[in-house]
């Protein structure tokens, strides 16, 4: 039981919202700062044996700073894609990924520059690759990725999506289904209400012609946040469909939003907050403190 509790509280980590720059200016931002602390990096610890003296010693350091800035960029595209997909919503598990992978291009940049710039070799092989990466690659990571991941949170948001009246139209239905096969609610996208969850259960609330009914799903929040587009957190218990949104209020050490349908307040933390009130600005919707 304790190892199952551990999997959901993991799984609920990996599916947390997190902010994310989709803009190309912060993404070359963040390559460019990245790849200065690197080549500064480098020439104050001099590794490859650099200490030895060779001409243009600390130009051809500071070139890996290209190591980390290109692959950056060439990644960015990639990773819009999948935000865009996924409503404009990126996950810890995204973030994961997107290291991991773009870690490993930048590990192959900077070995073929090491290969054929710095040690000017003709040939190599993939065994000289992975040893590359386990003697320079990996022992860099623990420095280089979380000053990597602070400029990413520093330079990203939570964004939401401006209210339009189209979305509200019944024109698509979605089926939700919960840990339990025999559990599944097919309803219109536009429908879905707000989500709550209790322990190892939510509670689906969702508009039909007879008024708001309620299904509960034994299943994680982030589980049946991934199966509703319009579904957007706003605490770590709830899900809101933005479409319904009244008014947010309360003050700064406490706030909550109001949705038609019911009268039920909905507490909103603070990080969403900041989302929810750039998305207000830019809409007709008033926000109220």
Known sequence: MAQKNNDIKAMITLNKTIAYSKNWKHTFMIALLL??????LLIALEPFDSNNEFSYKYLILSGYAFCLIIPILLVHP?????????????FVLNECLYIIATAFIVFLFAFFYHFYVV????????????GFIKSFGIPFTPIVVPFWLYLRSKFGSIEVPL????NTKR???ITIVGNNKSETLTIFESDFIFAKAQQNYVDVYYNTENGMQ???????LSNIMKQLPKAWQVHRSYLVNLDYLKTV?????KRFIRISATEETIPISQIYYEALKKRLSNSSQQLQN
Request: glycine content about 6%.
């Open 35 to 40: 790849g200065t602390f690197v080549s500064i």
């Open 78 to 90: 990639i990773e819009n894609y999948f935000y865009k997909i996924q409503t404009k919503r990126w």
């Open 119 to 130: 040690s000017g070799l003709s040939s190599f092989t993939s065994k000289l690759i992975w």
């Open 163 to 166: 209210y339009n009246k189209e």
């Open 171 to 173: 024109n698509k239905t």
């Open 214 to 220: 309620q299904k509960t799903f034994r299943s994680t």
């Open 249 to 253: 209020e309360g003050n700064a050490r």
